[in-house]
């Protein structure tokens, strides 16, 4: 079934997939119907997989920045290693860019504060959120994957569709 081709032709098929696959990284749960579900599962465990195996290789790098006053300032910058940065170019030729939203009765400089320095939102909750917990996860329980889970619905009224929660555990 993670296969399937859900009744589309191939480009839309997989525009459908990187949207459900998006979303549910982004909110961590979707609802769908069964058979998109199973092929969203799959491509979503292939990607936090391939984040997980790379999310801790870093480099650290010294740079020398010149301030305003011409002075010259040594400072250290962490970067992605090569394993990290071929994982991250993966994950953002597969996931679409989803950026991050104001808050209800939040301030634009509340807003610029939080968001300061983040240019790809849904990258960074990766790497930075779920790569960490399902790595601790496997070093405590010894599984990996597994990730996500599928919750039946139910038929869906109207054309007696299989519906399905799929969500990030």
């Known amino acids: 079934m993670a ?45 936090l997989t391939l984040a997980i195996n790379s999310y801790e290789d870093t480099v650290k790098a010294t740079k020398t920045i010149t301030d305003s006053k011409g002075t010259k300032v040594k400072q250290e910058v962490v970067n992605d290693g090569p394993k990290k940065l071929n994982a991250r170019r993966k994950i953002m030729s597969y996931v679409y860019d989803i950026q991050e939203q104001r808050k209800d009765k939040e301030s634009i400089t509340a807003f610029k504060a939080r968001t300061e320095g983040i240019n790809h939102p849904l990258l960074e909750k990766i790497f930075n959120v779920y790569a960490p917990k399902y790595a601790d996860r496997i070093k405590e329980k010894g599984i990996g994957g597994g990730y996500t889970r599928i919750i039946k619905l139910g038929q869906r009224r109207g054309d007696s569709a299989e519906m399905a929660i799929v969500e990030l555990l």
């Open 3 to 47: 296969n399937a081709k859900l009744g589309l032709p191939t480009k839309e098929r997989n525009a459908l997939l990187r949207n459900q696959v998006t979303n549910l990284l982004w909110y961590g749960k979707i609802e769908t119907t069964l058979a998109r579900a199973k092929s969203v599962r799959s491509q979503a465990e292939k990607l």
